[in-house]
Nanobody, 123 residues
Framework: QVQLVESGGGLVQPGGSLRLSCAAS????????MGWFRQTPGKEREFVTS????????IYTDSVKGRFTVSRDNAKNTVYLQMNSLKPEDTAVYYC????????????????WGQGTQVTVSS
C-alpha cells in the first residue's frame, strides 16, 4: 500500500502562484509515476500532469503547459506541482495520484489517490 498526503492548496488571485506538495509513504519503492488530477463540481476528474519516478520524464495537459511544472524529490518521496499564472478556470480540488507501471494521462493508470486539496483562484 502507498499513502499520499497533499498540502499547499489555498486561495490566490488571478496571475498568482501556488505550490502543491504530495508526500508518499508506505511501499514507495514500487512507484513508477506520480501525477496530479483536478476536479470541479459536476465535472469529470481531469488529468493535469505526471512525472516518472525513475528519470523525471513529464507529461502535461495542454491547458497548463508553460504555467505548471511538476517535479519530484526522490529522497523525500515527494512530488511537487508549481502553478504559476493561475487563472480562475484552474479552480478545483487537486488530487495527487501514484501509479505502479505506466506514465499516463488516464485515471485507471493510477492505483493510489490522495484526499485532495482545494485551489481557488479568485480576486
Amino acid at each position: 500500500q502507498v499513502q499520499l498526503v497533499e498540502s499547499g492548496g489555498g486561495l490566490v488571485q488571478p496571475g498568482g502562484s501556488l505550490r502543491l506538495s504530495c508526500a508518499a509513504s508506505g511501499r514507495t519503492f514500487s512507484l513508477y509515476a506520480m501525477g496530479w488530477f483536478r476536479q470541479t463540481p459536476g465535472k469529470e476528474r481531469e488529468f493535469v500532469t505526471s512525472i516518472r519516478w525513475s528519470d523525471g520524464r513529464t507529461i502535461y495537459t495542454d491547458s497548463v503547459k508553460g504555467r505548471f511544472t511538476v517535479s519530484r524529490d526522490n529522497a523525500k518521496n515527494t512530488v511537487y506541482l508549481q502553478m504559476n499564472s493561475l487563472k480562475p478556470e484552474d479552480t478545483a480540488v487537486y488530487y495527487c495520484a501514484a501509479g505502479l507501471s505506466i506514465l499516463t494521462m488516464t485515471q485507471n493508470g493510477y492505483s493510489y489517490w490522495g484526499q485532495g486539496t482545494q485551489v481557488t483562484v479568485s480576486s
